[in-house]
């Protein structure tokens, strides 16, 4: 066998097994829900569906499955709205002082969660407004706001601006050339920075953990404070829906990225 | 753009992002540093400023090994993730038919749809003493007893190398995918073999893409929270884990003094990554 043909079967198996240890962890969360015993055991001795029947009497699972839904949502249309706005600003207008605002505006990327949620946690106590939605509503926005200011500059940087200039010469108000000039060219990297900043919302813990008191928390939080106490598998029942969720973006994403014809370079979300 | 540079406008378009940046993130980071000078005894915060917190930071051996560990972990797991995400990218970059690529992309990225909790919950089953990883060692006759890889270090690097693995995977393909084609054409008409090539033409190239995945997963792992946590057992302490529970027993003092060591080490991460970036991109 030539060099060659050796080179391409090790990086073929080296490939295999790092597929395998890309998807395990979730393949076994799967399984295990389908089994018949409490106790984590591999080959599971039965399988049956009682962690779903479990999960399903355990209301609080599915009340802060809709706050964080709700949450994510509202979270996620905020930070598009007062993303839009800043990236604009910077682009267009490019003030002075432009790249500092940017700067700013981008910091709470570099601090770690867990040091924004006991800063958030001890300001709110300070101030009095502790567990409120807002607060929680606000978090979530700040931590989702970089990532859709960092795609959408970026997305303005290559639009052609001419364009809007054409509109305003041919008498478009500015925000009705904002709507039918700008817009239509950014909204497939908003929708990618939507999808993002969902997910990255519907995902925290530790910035929002001291912020939710029992009976007001977010699904990965129940899930995590559950965990601490119990580990039946009915947190493998949950997971497995919310995979098969998952499932359903990344087929949503292939479909996009097939009819936009958009490359890989798109899933790189930190540059 | 013929736009004059004016405020106004501008600042009116701003207006909503910095409010938010000031309500939600320096407010909050001032009272944070105002109760690292809090003095905490008793159960009890009092406002009479001092610096001990950050004395004992400094001189208390217990503070140090958590800072070292901390960095430790950090270390250990962006060298994993790049043993891994390395031959990965490539092997991706390799890949000729758009359609494989793109699924094999996304199936590396999928893992990030997917909460951190659930996939932190799926190592912690899938290394446990009777879990999968076990069976199969003793399947392979490797072992009798049961090999403890979970509720130590083992599991946490485990888990967190698999929790970043994307992080560093896309920014090395992405410099892959930058690279002139006729400059490893250029190698091999000079003979240069495979090996010659990829030392001296690839790698040098892709080093600003490993660079960047490193600086993401580095950064990322010095914050983890919720994969120590629950993989870790209480054996491993890291900076975030005491953080967390200095909070909870309301010693804000020493969560304050916590916290802000994490952001320093974090701050010069992205500083120090920064420079071996432009180091690695003029070479």
New interface residues.
């Given amino acids: 066998m030539s060099n060659w043909a050796i080179r391409h079967i090790l990086l073929a198996i080296f490939t295999f097994g790092a597929i395998i240890y890309i998807v395990a962890p979730l393949a076994i969360v799967v399984l295990n829900s389908f089994s018949s015993v409490a106790y984590s055991v591999f080959p599971p001795p039965g399988f049956s569906l009682r962690w779903y029947a479990n999960l399903f009497e355990q209301s609080a699972f599915g009340v802060a499955a809709l706050r964080s839904v709700l949450l994510a949502t509202l979270a996620t249309a905020l930070a598009l709205v007062i993303g839009t706005m800043a990236s604009y600003a910077l682009v267009r207008h490019r003030p002075r002082g432009g790249e500092l605002i940017k700067g700013l505006l981008m910091s709470p990327i570099v601090l770690p969660k867990i040091v924004l949620g006991v800063a958030l946690f001890m300001f709110f106590v300070r101030i009095g407004l502790i567990n409120t939605q807002i607060s929680l509503l606000l978090a979530h926005t700040l931590v989702i706001l970089p990532y859709v200011i960092a795609m959408l500059t970026a997305a303005l940087m290559n639009f052609d601006w001419s364009l809007v200039e054409a509109a305003s010469d041919l008498g478009a108000r500015p925000l009705r050339s904002f709507r039918k000039v700008v817009l239509p060219q950014i909204s497939t990297s908003m929708t990618i920075a939507a999808i993002f900043a969902w997910i990255t919302s519907f995902d925290q813990v530790e910035s929002t953990i001291f912020l939710v008191r029992a009976g007001t928390t977010t699904l990965p939080i129940e899930m995590f404070l559950y965990l601490q106490k119990w580990q039946d598998p009915t947190i493998a029942a949950l997971s497995t829906l919310l995979i098969l969720f998952a499932i359903l973006l990344l087929l949503g994403l292939d479909a996009m990225m097939r009819r936009k014809r958009l490359t890989l370079e798109i899933l790189n979300r930190g540059q | ?3 004059r ?3 106004g ?3 009116l ?2 207006a ?3 409010a ?2 000031i ?3 320096i ?3 001032m ?2 540093m105002e ?1 690292s000078f809090y003095r905490f005894r008793r159960g009890r915060l009092t406002a009479d400023y001092n610096l001990d917190t950050y004395r004992r930071f400094l001189t208390d051996e217990y503070y140090h090994v958590i800072i070292l560990d901390t960095l430790k972990v950090a270390t250990l797991v962006t060298l994993i993730a790049l043993a ?1 995400g390395y ?2 990218a ?3 970059w ?1 890949i000729n038919r758009p359609g494989l ?19 932190s ?6 290394l ?1 003493d ?3 990883v ?2 199969a060692l003793r399947g392979l006759g490797l072992t009798d007893e049961p090999v403890t890889l979970v509720f130590n270090l083992t599991g946490v690097l485990i ?1 967190l190398a ?1 929790v970043f ?3 560093v995977v ?2 090395i ?2 410099s892959m ?1 930058r690279l002139d084609p006729s400059l490893r054409e250029a190698a091999s008409d000079l003979g240069a073999g ?1 090996w010659m090539t990829f030392r001296r033409v690839t790698l040098p190239l892709t080093l600003p893409g490993v660079v ?2 490193a600086q ?1 997963c580095f ?1 990322l792992s ?2 983890a ?2 994969t120590p ?2 993989l870790g057992g209480g054996r491993v302490l890291v900076l ?1 884990l005491q ?2 529970s200095a ?1 909870s027993e309301i010693n ?1 003092p020493v ?2 003094v916590g ?2 060591v ?2 320093i080490a ?2 010069l991460a ?1 500083l120090g990554f920064n420079r071996l970036l432009r180091y690695s991109e003029v070479r």
């Fill in positions: 753009m013929a736009e540079r004016r405020w406008v501008p600042l378009l701003l909503p992002g910095l938010l940046l309500a939600m993130f407010a909050p980071l009272a944070f109760y891994i031959p990965l490539y092997a991706m390799k690529q793109r699924w094999l992309g996304l199936l590396i990225f999928s893992p990030i749809l997917v909460s951190v909790v659930v996939r919950y799926g190592w912690t089953v899938l446990s009777q879990g999968p076990n069976w888990a698999h693995l994307p992080f896309f920014p393909f992405s995918t495979w960047a995945g993401i950064v010095l914050g929270f919720v946590a629950m975030p953080v967390y909070t804000w969560a304050a916290g802000l994490l952001l974090a701050l992205v």
